[in-house]
């Protein structure tokens, strides 16, 4: 079976390591991508963190999955004796509620159903904890204990494949910018460098670009790239290295080194249009929305520096901010694997490993996908995660 998957981030590069552990010489897998060096790529500007805090049983179970292979990286992705550097850091997030806990509890139990080593924190609590907090408007939070953390992304992407290249998947630098369709079947793909590629099945993986690439062939995919700022910031106060606290304000933020990051993310009713300049991070948004929040949270803030600030694209899927992953119902041969909004680092190789499944056993196998299919668009029927930063 040929295999081209267009878009070589992270969830590119996962898809084409499980086709090649799963199918090996059967299968032959060719990834598109025409920034090898991920500059724009959403893998390299994310803010690498891993949760097994949702909502929603099959997120958790990918994020369970994710964390097995990141925190055993060297086992999943070391080739010969290189070392697999990730840089990941074993650390909770603290969600915080101020209003109603009905959601925090709720997804708890979830949580804990699964075998999640998360704990419900009253105010008390949380205030022997995190000393430098303020939790004077919190009526209750939730602590990831294990299983969760931060890591390099960039590194994440190169390391899942220079993994799949070792196993024989072939890298080509172009883009895809025509998709032949022959009836309810796509036959080939055609390049901007002129070259016509035939294959079997297609992976739509070009992260915030995916719906570009579904036009190609024709098909809606309600995937929309929208920018988010994220800043690096330092403090004068010496803090421990904190969790990364998600704000009910629509901030977080972590530790990062012996300083911080942080970003806020615009609500229901903010404006939030598409495909921004990434060469212009909103930095605007610093002292209008990220500092007030954080100072509050944090009184040490007050007093903090903004060092650096950068953007890079979340690929949110309105409906309901969960992934679609799975073949087109008409056009069978093509998969997306696409419209994380925001969580699609972590779940990248639960992805990858469904999809080569998908594509070499004929259906899902190790965990049951079939929430993210493509149908619940056309039906109206949203999966909603509850618990999207
Ligand atoms: C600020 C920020 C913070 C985030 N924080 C987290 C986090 O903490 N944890 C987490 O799990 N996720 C996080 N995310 C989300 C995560 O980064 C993405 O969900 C994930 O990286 C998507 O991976 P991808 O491979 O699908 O897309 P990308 O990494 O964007 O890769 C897509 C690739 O497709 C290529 N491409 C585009 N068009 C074409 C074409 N026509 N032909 C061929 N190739 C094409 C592009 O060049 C690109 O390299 C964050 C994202 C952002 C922006």
């Known amino acids: 079976m040929k295999v081209l ?38 893998s390299a500007l994310s803010a690498g963190s891993i949760r097994q805090q949702f909502s929603n049983a099959i997120n958790v179970r990918m994020s369970q999955f994710g964390h097995e292979v990141i925190a055993n990286a060297q086992a999943w992705l070391g080739v010969d004796d290189e070392p697999v550097e990730l840089g990941f850091v074993p650390s909770g997030y603290l969600f915080l509620a101020t209003g109603a806990t009905a959601v925090l509890e709720a997804n708890h139990a979830v949580q804990r159903d699964l075998g999640a080593p998360v704990r419900l924190l009253d105010r008390a609590a949380l205030q022997q904890r995190f000393h430098w907090l303020n939790s004077d408007d919190v009526q209750l939070a939730s602590l990831g204990e294990a299983g969760e953390g931060w890591f390099d992304g960039y590194a994440f992407a190169r390391a899942l494949a220079r993994k799949a290249r070792s196993l024989g998947a072939r890298w080509h630098k172009a883009r895809v910018d025509g998709l032949e369709r022959a009836g309810d079947r796509l036959v080939a793909a055609r390049l901007a460098d002129g070259t016509r590629l035939e294959a079997d099945a297609f992976v739509n993986a070009a992260g915030p670009w995916a719906r570009g690439v579904a036009q190609l062939a024709g098909i809606h995919l309600p995937v929309h790239a929208r920018r988010r700022t994220v800043f690096a910031f330092s403090c004068p106060t010496a803090l421990p290295c ?28 903010d404006d939030d249009p598409d495909d921004l300049p990434l ?9 209008d929305r990220l500092w007030p929040a954080l100072a509050h949270r944090v009184p040490a803030f007050e007093a903090l ?14 409906l309901d901010h969960n992934a679609i992953i799975g073949p087109h119902p008409e056009l069978t041969n093509l998969l997306f694997a696409n419209g994380f909004s925001g969580h699609g680092l972590q779940h990248a190789p639960a992805v990858g490993r469904g999809i080569a499944e998908w594509l070499l056993e004929g259906g899902w196998r190790s965990l049951d996908l079939s929430p993210f299919a493509y149908e619940r668009l056309a039906e109206g029927h949203a999966f909603a995660e509850l618990a999207v930063i």
């Not at 799963?22 to 920034?35: A, L, M, Y």
């Not at 060469?279 to 002292?287: G, H, K």
């Not at 520096?305 to 309105?318: F, I």
Request: hydrophobic share 40%.
């Open 305 to 318: 520096r903004m060092t650096r600030a950068w953007a890079g694209y979340y690929e949110v899927h309105p």
């Open 5 to 42: 998957i267009i878009g070589g981030g992270a969830v590119g590069s996962a898809v084409a390591l499980f086709l090649k552990l799963q199918g090996g010489s059967n299968v032959d897998v060719t990834v598109i991508e025409p920034d090898p060096g991920l500059a724009q790529a959403s």
């Open 242 to 269: 904190t969790p990364l606290v998600i704000d009910p304000s629509g901030c977080w933020f972590r530790s990062e080194g012996h300083g911080f990051i942080g970003a806020w993310t615009p609500g229901e009713y």
């Open 279 to 287: 060469d212009q991070p909103d930095v605007a948004q610093f002292e």
